[in-house]
């Protein structure tokens, strides 16, 4: 197991148009396997991944809000809460977004650490991996069909 995973794509879209793929609610669901988040995108502000499960809406996912520095940077951590480990901050990952505009496409590199350190890194490691494969495709059409 590896204590990082880091993606880097080439996107047909401004560095705007990937920002607002990253931050914005309706953009979020269409690639993040459809949970509604909520977030003010503040530094020190709560980030919450909300799915439906059953009858019921669930926070599957939390963290804290790292860096905000549009349309360039994002940063903040991530825990499961729906996993049997303890709610510390030695078990949030993060994941981390450069925003990088060349010519005439944007670079987008996505950058996840900490699996080293957290309880069940292992598994983490493994469904982060799978979750990117079938995220990145996605996150790269919804970019490119903002309108700025």
């Known amino acids: 197991m ?10 047909n879209a401004d560095a705007m148009q990937v920002w607002n793929m990253l931050t914005e609610a309706e953009s979020i669901r269409k690639y ?15 980030i919450e991944y909300y799915f439906d499960q059953g009858d019921k809406e669930i926070v599957a996912v939390k963290g804290i809000i790292i860096r905000a520095e549009a349309p360039n940077y994002l940063a903040y951590t991530l825990f499961p ?11 949030y990952l993060t994941v981390a977004y450069q925003i990088q505009p060349t010519v005439d496409q944007t670079e987008l590199t996505i950058t ?13 490691y493994t ?3 799978d979750g990117w494969k ?5 996150m790269k059409e919804v970019a490119e069909k903002q309108v700025v």
């Open 112 to 124: 996840q650490t900490g699996f080293m350190e957290v309880a069940e890194g292992g598994k983490r």
């Open 2 to 11: 590896e204590n990082e995973i880091k993606k880097s794509m080439l996107i």
């Open 32 to 46: 993040m396997f459809g949970a509604r988040v909520q977030t003010d995108w503040k530094p020190g502000s709560i």
């Open 127 to 129: 469904d982060s991996v």
């Open 134 to 138: 079938t995220i990145l495709p996605v």
């Open 81 to 91: 809460t729906t996993w049997n480990i303890l709610d510390i901050p030695s078990n």
